[in-house]
């Protein structure tokens, strides 16, 4: 993709240069990143509120509420640098304007952006992925938080898209579980979404799953079932099964999609042709790149991968500084 093709931005810092709230949007009256910005985020599904303070949480653990004394003292507080976000390996890239958000709450003054390519897109090793050009002061105080996080996004983006891909033709999609890093749910789930992936519920309020330890406490699979049903009734409920016998009793029960926790393919299959449609169903446990296709061409409609965001290795993205044209 050529830079032609995406936008150049010229984005606000968190000093004079911020353009925050000039257009009297109320939407984005509690942020402090630049508007344009702002609703690229919107646009992606994630609250550039909760983006900006990540990116302040970041910055300030790097800072600890000093100042960078390598750079301070190196680089002439006037120096104008452009820095390249690199890719030095092939994946699928994401969050790359949370990385901007990073630079914005960093940089002094404007900054210029030019973006080479857009989340989701696969990139190879080599490949730039974004230009900003501003202080270099801020750029290197900038560099390691705004990497920690995009390398994080990337990786689960690029982890996802080896799911997808393996699952394409099958009907199945990969989806993603809770068991994500504390505080960054929301990004890691929106790096599922890039890499070709689902999502399962963002939080305990959103619908309901009823696990073993549910079961055990409620008496019996139906009978928790049928509690959770009665106290919120519009909430969607999926519940975990471990054996057929149990999944005959909740499909009648009317539960709207049933985990398979650690069936067989063999399993999977019989299931799918008990409930015949009835209820969505989703495999979980024993899954591997090397059988995914095989549970998924049994008819499940998903396969829950916890490690998308609890174990996928970074993509190696670095930042390549120069002079500025």
């Known amino acids: 993709m050529s830079t032609d093709d995406l936008p150049l931005a010229s984005n606000g810092g968190c000093g004079d240069g911020c353009a925050c709230g000039a257009d009297g949007d109320e939407e984005y009256l509690e942020c402090g990143l630049d508007p344009a910005l702002a609703q690229l985020l919107v646009d992606a599904g994630l609250d550039p509120v909760e983006v900006e303070d990540l990116a302040n949480v970041a910055i300030q653990e790097d800072l600890a509420h000093g100042v960078d004394v390598t750079t301070v003292a190196t680089i002439p507080e006037d120096a104008v640098a452009t820095g390249d976000f690199t890719a030095r390996e092939a994946g699928v890239v994401a969050g790359l304007r949370v990385a901007e958000a990073v630079l914005s709450v960093v940089c002094t003054d404007e900054f210029e952006v030019e973006r080479h390519v857009l989340d989701g897109d696969r990139v190879e090793a080599g490949q730039k992925l974004l230009s900003v050009t501003t202080r270099t002061r801020d750029l290197l105080t900038a560099e390691r938080s705004a990497l920690n996080l995009l390398c994080r996004l990337s990786g689960i983006a690029t982890a996802t898209r080896a799911w997808a891909d393996v699952l ?14 504390p505080g960054l749910r929301s990004l890691e789930k929106f790096a599922v979404r890039c890499g070709g992936g689902v999502n399962h519920r963002m939080s305990l309020s959103d619908a309901a799953l009823v696990k073993d330890n549910h079961v055990v406490a409620a008496g019996g699979v139906a009978a928790a079932f049928k509690s959770v049903r009665e106290a919120f009734p519009d909430v969607p409920i999926e519940v975990e099964v471990d054996t057929l016998h149990q999944l005959r009793e909740v499909v009648d029960a009317g539960a709207d999609l049933i985990l398979l926790d650690n069936f067989t393919p063999i399993e999977c ?28 061409e049994t008819g499940v409609d998903f396969l829950a991968v916890g490690a998308l965001t609890h174990s996928s290795p970074i993509l190696d993205i ?5 002079e500025a044209e």
């Open 168 to 181: 394409e033709g099958t009907g199945a999609k990969v989806r993603d579980t809770r068991k994500t890093t």
């Open 269 to 296: 299959e019989e299931a799918v042709a008990i409930v015949d449609g009835r209820a969505q169903l989703e495999a979980s446990g024993r899954l591997t790149l090397d059988n995914a296709r095989a549970y998924a």
């Open 318 to 322: 670095g930042l390549d500084l120069r």
